[in-house]
């Protein structure tokens, strides 16, 4: 079964309004998270690295206020696309790590499909 | 820097044809790790295989093998007798160790039509 929850699996909204994805661990304790996004036929670009208790590490271009992500537990980060706009539609996909070593296997979601109208 | 190269932008062959996928990456790192996803068109990430920088040995899993060669960077991955359920897009990428952050290539669409 999944080992890594991701909620919703599709999202629409209206320009303006915030969304928030949530990615779970299901049974280890992620000590990082990553939040990748992929438009249609690319491939996926990291976004940033969420560490539990401590603010993520934006990569570069992505804006950070905008993206919002918050770790506050070892199963449980979350992203909030605040006023998303249509150039937010995209596939936003989570992964996790357990921390127990370097180059371990990560777990990814079944991804979030956005679509700003 | 790190990077993949996945050349192949789309493949089509016909099913119980051979194929395999080509990925050549850069690193400065001397261990790193090496990885193969599988994305059908539902979107998630089928975990497929991990190599390390310090295992070169090829690997064979039914009918999928990947040959690792440190010499020319590259991690080229063999779908034997094809099947059309092995259509999707296939990832390659790259873990340098220090972050665990998996760096990605542009990818593969595989076709396989029966």
């Known amino acids: 079964g999944a080992v890594v929850s991701q909620h919703p699996s599709r999202v629409i909204c209206k320009s303006g309004t915030s969304v928030k994805i949530e990615c779970r661990s299901l049974?280890?304790?992620?000590?990082?998270m990553f939040w990748y996004r992929q438009f249609p036929k690319q491939s996926l670009m990291l976004m940033a690295t969420s560490n539990e208790g401590s603010k993520a590490t934006y990569e570069q271009g992505v804006e950070k206020d905008k993206f919002l992500i918050n770790h506050a537990s070892l199963t449980l980060s979350t992203l909030t696309v605040t006023s998303a706009h249509p150039e937010d539609s995209s596939f936003y996909i989570c992964s996790a790590h357990s921390g127990r070593g370097a180059g371990e296997k990560l777990f990814f979601g079944s991804g979030t499909q956005l679509s700003v109208l | 820097a790190q990077k993949v190269t996945q050349a192949q932008t789309e493949i089509s062959v016909v099913e119980k044809e051979d194929v395999t996928l080509d990925c050549v990456y850069e690193?400065?790192?001397?261990?790193?790790?090496l990885f193969w996803y599988k994305q059908p068109p539902s979107g998630e990430l089928v975990f497929l295989i991990r190599?390390?920088?310090?295992?070169?040995q090829n690997e064979i899993s039914g009918r999928y093998s990947w040959n690792f060669q440190k010499s020319t960077s590259s991690f080229n991955f063999t779908i034997t007798a094809s099947q059309v359920v092995d259509s999707a897009v296939y990832f390659c990428a790259l873990n340098g160790g220090a972050t665990n952050k998996l760096i990605f290539g542009t990818g593969t669409l595989l076709a396989v039509q029966p």
């Open positions: 190599r390390n920088s310090f295992d070169e």
């Open positions: 049974d280890f304790q992620a000590t990082t």
């Open positions: 690193t400065r790192d001397t261990t790193y790790y």
